[in-house]
């Protein structure tokens, strides 16, 4: 740890291929002009019923490149990296720019806010995961699963899976940054019979940066095994107008739905429910929102931006208020505000945790409706207007009653949010938006 | 063009623009078969794919962006058994593709490597579109015109118009596989589609509508029959309708769906859950119920991979089958799986053509192609006419499927009351949901108005994403659970 390593081979390639775009993007005449070069491997094998479904062995590469030529911009991607068929997919983007209107707003991101240092995360672990291993691996986990519960009779199979990429992006302002990362994961995932002629299916996963960190396999089988058990006998309820509380893996959505409201896209289209919401207060007083894109090891870690812009820990709702939106360098400029850092996102966005666990939210809803999963995509950012399938349980008496599907939940985010009675402390890291579960005051459930 | 002569001009272009630049005759290709046969499998097969795509995009008036892409590419898959081994590689060179099937064969026990001694053939196709090349059916300045004659067009129709974003994309694909049984199949596959979506705002409320199509054509589809105009219309339309709903009604009613798009409740309710790879693992809903009745008499429901010019439509399935119109429930009955090869060996049936891959970075899956419901008799007023309170819904957004519990959403976009035969006041998006395996039995009344959907549906299942059709006519379904929030 921190002995100056030799840049291995991939990352200098790939570092090459980048200056190379940059130069044939100069040599036609563009003003400016930015290069994302990757690289990634992977391995992923599934067991079903014991025995090898599939091994898929991944490897793949891309370089995209976007030209400037003063206000006019044009992109293209190629996976060929010979020099011609990178020519090629330059000069494609050149053809681009010339056909594209004049827009003032845009340009790569402004010298000022480029990340200076890139501090290591600690996100590469590769995993030198041989094919026996993980066929030992899934099979373990699946069997697991089978043996938890004895209405668990089949299976969509348990998979191990592993990647490990390098990408660049270089700018023709100077910027070069490097990221290597790697993600592994495991998953199950079973189907239980209910005796009925009624079938269930769930399941549970992990997903990491280091191999080390993965729970134990069988420990991932058994929970999938649970979780689809107790959906067994679910059946719809009347419709109603109650507390629901969405389990932490679900309320992640509510979060993304948030995001892509106050994305620099939506708010200059004006095509989001929360447009001029900066500085209003959209949940209750204690609500905490951050993003912390510099955590160790985590999934959404980045130490820049997709435009080489600086990430940095800061707050997005504190004390119940939006203090800012998520911007990039165009958008802001549109709005005469300034990037945020959010090119391609957000960087792991914490939600801060209350005291509660599960149980505790579970006794403090009393009875209402917990939410397990969500179908559909009945969400209008314009209005936010909320509507989608789901499944989960009946609450009486703060406990799981029986299981509950064919149902839906409906509300507008707005009220959701400002409905929000307590975050849980069952905080689910897997992902890049990290939250635990939520409790919402009052939705209506449409069921029989 | 005969068909014939269409596939001997594909499978020649497919070898100019694939093989050939990387040496790769008959000869290479017995080589690298013959590496993984040698090793207990029962299948193989190879598929060269080269796509060119691009997009443009305009808002605030004007086209401010655009992009292209260019993919190429072999995936290399061996089959044992219930087992699959695969691996791909972007670039077209032996030594990569012997290596691709040097990882794929490991799944299957060793043997002697051997030649595959293919007796190679060309095998049938379909001849439902040309090999147009979108990309160079129009000048780039001509593209960028038709997407700002949208955008005013989309304007003058209102001063509450206040956001058009539309966007045109095309691509043009090749492929080339070859089966370990010798049949060599190409195709050239063009796309194109023309989105439009606005934002319309009066007393501080804002809506949004959409609309849009396309198919395996070229750019000259928008131009005919005032098509790109006529997206920007609907778009509008629907916006302005939406500024007059009011909140939905929920919990469950008597729903009629119009005809076209809203098929894309056969697409969730019943098409996934017939995809072979579900049933023969047991995991669908619908599993072991060939035979039985599922839908009402009057439902017959089809997959149809051969209409022409459609946005699902295919002249070669990604394994080189042909596609086809397959029944998949017949007056009530289900009758068909979709099926790849794979699946229907290991069921013991006839591949229907619906082996599909996003890329030749994805292992080929049973995949929809336009799945739609045939026509019956009734005229659609007299099916409004009959619902005394419900919902009548005729614009959809997306939806969703749990195939294994059966249950599937799809969500309005455009929907009214119906209150004594009439249509009332709109009402605001919500979602739908039922059950698989019994919505279909809870169709009253199908109308004689079957229409399919514009060309602008994509399908995604296990990460992969192809482009789909459905339609469906006019339809009375007596209970479904509407998720508005009046109660």
Known sequence: MGAIIAKDQETSSLEDLAAQALDIARRQGASAAEVNAGFGRGLSVTVRKGEVETVEHHRDKSLSVTVFFGDRSGSASTSDFRTQALS????????????????????????????????????????????????????????????????????????????????????????????????????????????????????????????????????????????????????????????????????????????????????????????????????????????????????????????????????????????????????????????????????????????????????????????????????????????????????????????????????????????????????????????????????????? | MTTETLHSRNLERARESLLAPAGIGVSELDQ??????????????????????????????????????????????AIAGEKTGFAYSDEIVLPALLDAATAARAIARGGQEQTAALAARNGSTLSLYEPADPLLSLEDAAKVALLERVEQEARRLDPRVKQVMASLGGSQETIFVMRSDGVMAADVRPLVRLNVTVIVEQNGRRETGSSGGGGRTDYGYFLTEDRALSYAREAVRQALVNLEASPAPAGTMQVILGPGWPGILLHEAIGHGLEGDFNRKGTSAFAGRLGEKIAAESCTVVDDGTVPGRRGSLNVDDEGTPTQNTVLIER??????????????????????????????????????????????????????????????????????????????????????????????????????????????????????????TGVGTCGKDGQSVPVGVGQPTLRIDGMTVGGTEE
Not at chain 1, 119 to 139: K, Q, S, V, Y
Not at chain 1, 286 to 304: D, V
Not at chain 1, 382 to 396: I, Q
Request: glycine residues 10%; contains cysteine; hydrophobic residues 40%.
């Open chain 1, 88 to 448: 090629e997919a330059v000069m494609a983007a050149c053809v681009i720019a010339r056909h594209t209107a004049a827009d003032p707003y845009n340009g790569l991101a402004d010298p000022a806010h480029l990340a200076r240092e890139i501090p290591d995360l600690d996100l590469h672990h590769p995993w030198e995961l041989a094919m026996e291993e993980a066929i030992d691996r899934a099979r373990r986990c699946e069997e697991a699963a089978f043996a938890a519960d004895a209405r668990i009779r089949n299976s969509e199979g348990a998979s191990v899976t592993t990647h490990d990429g390098t990408d660049v992006y270089a700018t023709s302002h100077g910027f070069l940054g490097t990221v290597r990362a790697s993600r592994h994961g495991l998953s199950c995932a079973v189907l239980g019979e209910d005796g009925q002629g009624g079938m269930q299916r769930d399941y549970d996963y992990a997903s990491v940066r280091d191999a080390r960190d993965l729970p134990d396999v069988e420990e991932i089988g058994r929970r999938a095994a649970l979780r689809t058990a107790r959906r067994l006998g679910a059946r719809q309820i009347k419709t109603c107008q109650v507390p629901v509380l969405f389990e932490a893996q679900v309320a992640r959505s509510l979060v993304s739905h948030l995001l892509s409201a106050i994305s620099g896209p939506s708010l200059y289209r004006r095509s989001s429910f929360l447009v001029d919401s900066v500085d209003t207060a959209l949940f209750p007083a204690w609500a905490h929102l951050y993003e912390e894109p510099h955590r160790k090891k985590a999934m959404g870690s980045a130490p820049f931006d997709s435009e080489g812009v600086e990430t940095r820990t800061r707050d997005l709702i504190k004390d119940g208020v939006l203090r800012r939106y998520c911007l990039d360098s165009y958008s802001a400029r549109k709005l005469g505000l300034v990037t945020t850092g959010n090119a391609g996102g957000v960087h792991n966005l914490m939600v801060a945790p209350g005291t509660e666990d599960l149980a505790g939210l579970l006794r403090q809803m009393g009875r209402g409706l917990f939410v397990t999963e969500l179908i559909g995509f009945g969400i209008n950012h314009v209005t936010g207007d909320y509507s989608r399938g789901a499944a989960g349980f009946w609450v009486e008496g703060g406990e799981l009653a029986y299981p509950v599907e064919e149902i839906t939940i409906a509300s507008n985010l707005r009220d959701m949010y400002k409905g929000l009675v307590a975050v849980g402390r069952d905080v689910d890291y897997r992902h890049n938006v990290c939250s635990g579960s939520w409790l919402i005051e009052r939705m209506t459930v449409a069921g029989a």
């Open chain 2, 332 to 453: 009530g009955v289900l009758r068909g799986y979709i099926l790849d090869r794979m699946n229907a060996r290991l069921m013991g049936m006839a591949p229907t053509g619906n082996g599909r891959r996003e890329s030749y970075a994805h292992l080929p899956m049973p995949r929809m192609t336009n799945t739609y419901m045939l026509a019956g008799e009734t005229p659609p007023e007299e099916i409004l006419a009959s619902v005394k309170k419900g919902l009548y819904a005729v614009n959809f957004g997306g939806g969703q499927v749990d195939i294994t519990s059966g249950k599937f959403v799809f969500s309005a976009s455009e929907a009214y009351l119906i209150e004594n035969g009439r249509i009332g006041r709109p009402v605001r998006g919500a979602t739908i949901i039922g059950n698989g395996p019994d919505v279909l039995k809870r169709v009253a009344m199908v109308g004689n108005d079957l229409a399919l959907d």
């Open chain 2, 32 to 77: 690298i078969m013959g590496r993984m046969l040698g090793h207990q499998v029962d299948y193989a097969d190879l598929y060269f794919q080269y796509s060119r795509q691009e997009s443009w995009s305009l808002e605030e008036g004007q086209v401010k962006s655009g992009s292209r892409h260019i993919e190429q590419g072999v995936g290399v898959r």
